[in-house]
Structures are given as structure tokens and as C-alpha cells.
């Protein structure tokens, strides 16, 4: 397929059924590039849709984000958070688990330990060291949100971005918040990406929203008010959240 036909097709994805897509593969954290050595290459969790992959190898990927202005909102509570459109470039990096690593699912109580809110998030499996027992890796939505966690020295995610970020503090925690918006369809819609990640607790967060443009303001809402409430709470204590322990 030339690139001509393959951008005509691609823009005649609806935004409601490409945005999960996009957001998915390819708004990634800038950080948590470094690979352990001695590791097998193993799936990551996240599954990188095929459009997706394709958008990022055509040479084209790049041009199909539209960066705007920086984007000021309110919480409820008034605190003012800015949604920058970063200079970014879009590095792959191999999502890679240790040799010695298995799934299991997580209880309610760990989801919460480890996403204290007070949204259900979907229930979902997580990634362990089978020999050491220590959690790695877990993917969830909450509501419309994507959320993704990994402990330090494992990617969030099998794609990053490289590039200026700029920080916000919430409840003295850093946190980056970008946004992406894609350029128009050939029905004239555009989709905008609003993401955050941050680090605590020995793990890093990734969390992502979107939809039309029209709605950027109550996304990025939204996704501000879950950051915040999550950050709030107390650290996640990662102590009883092991491969061979379930607390009921």
C-alpha cells in the first residue's frame, strides 16, 4: 500500500474507534527506557494495535499530531494544572519481563492499594518475579481512563517519548500532563490525547484519555481530578503485593 492510500485509509477511521488506539500505542512517558540485561523478550501487556504500529513506521506517523497551545484548567478544589503539547520525538523500546516472571490477577484490595481512588478500577492481571515475588508491571482503566504502573527499572510502556517535559506539582508529587491532538479525518474530526505520569512509591504511572476535541476541557478535567485524588492518598505500600500472595 502506497503512502498516499495508506494515509487516506487511516484518515477514514472514525475518531471514537482509532483514539483507543492511538492513545494507546502512541502517547507514551518520556521516562523508564532502561532494559536489565539478561532478560527474555516477552509481550508486553499493552498491545500495540496494528494501525497504531503502522502510523509510527510509515514516516509519516510524526506528522499526523497537531501540538497547540498550552492548555490551563481548574480542579474543583482549585488547583491549576497545564496540559503541554511537548516537543516531542517517539523513541521503541522492547517491553522485556525477567526470565523468571508469571501473571496472576489482583485482588480489589491490591488494585486499591495500588490505585487509591474512589472509582472501581476494571479488574486486570499483573506481571511478578516468580523468584523474588516482587510486583512488575499491571494495566487498568478506571471509568475512561487508561492507567499503567510499572516498578523502577521496567518500561510502562513499549514506545516512549523523548523531548521537553514540564512538571506540576500535586501534593508534592511532580507530575508531567501533555496532550496531543490529531490533525482532522477527512470528515473533519479530530481526537485529542490527554495524558499524566508521574513516580511514587518505587513505581511509575502512566494514565491517558481521549476523545473529540470538542471535549478536550472535560477530559483533561477528568483525568486532573483522578491524578489528584490518587496522589493525595497515602504511597502504595507494595509489602503484601506479592506473586504468591492474595489478600482476600
Not at 77 to 99: H, L, M, Q
Not at 225 to 230: C, G, I, Q
Request: charged share 20%; aromatic share 10%.
Amino acid at each position: 500500500m502506497t503512502q498516499a492510500k495508506f494515509k487516506s485509509a487511516w484518515d477514514g477511521i472514525l475518531p471514537d474507534a482509532a483514539a483507543d488506539q492511538r492513545m494507546r500505542s502512541a502517547i507514551f512517558t518520556y521516562q523508564n527506557a532502561y532494559q536489565k540485561k539478561h532478560t527474555v523478550r516477552r509481550r508486553c501487556m499493552i498491545a500495540a494495535p496494528a494501525a497504531a504500529c503502522l502510523l509510527l513506521g510509515t514516516g509519516f506517523g510524526l506528522h499526523h499530531y497537531h501540538m497547540k497551545r498550552p492548555l490551563h484548567m481548574t480542579l474543583e478544589n482549585g488547583t491549576e494544572i497545564v496540559y503541554r503539547a511537548p516537543d516531542v520525538s517517539f523513541v521503541n523500546a522492547k517491553c522485556v519481563w525477567p526470565e523468571h516472571s508469571g501473571t496472576r490477577m489482583l485482588t480489589a484490595d491490591e488494585l486499591h492499594t495500588l490505585l487509591p481512588c474512589s472509582a472501581q478500577p476494571d479488574p486486570c492481571e499483573a506481571v511478578f518475579r516468580t523468584d523474588t515475588g516482587e510486583f512488575i508491571h499491571a494495566e487498568t482503566r478506571i471509568g475512561d481512563i487508561h492507567v499503567h504502573l510499572s516498578k523502577d527499572g521496567f518500561p510502562v510502556t513499549d514506545v516512549i517519548i523523548t523531548g521537553t517535559q514540564t512538571y506540576t506539582d500535586i501534593c508534592g508529587v511532580p507530575v508531567t500532563f501533555g496532550y496531543f491532538l490529531t490533525k482532522p479525518n477527512s470528515r473533519g474530526i479530530r481526537t485529542a490525547i490527554l495524558y499524566a505520569s508521574y513516580a511514587r512509591s518505587d513505581l511509575n504511572y502512566y494514565l491517558e484519555i481521549g476523545g473529540d476535541e470538542a471535549r478536550t476541557e472535560e477530559l483533561g478535567t477528568e483525568l486532573g481530578e483522578l491524578v489528584y485524588e490518587m496522589l493525595e492518598a497515602d504511597a502504595p505500600d507494595l509489602s503484601g503485593i506479592c506473586y504468591d500472595t492474595v489478600t482476600e
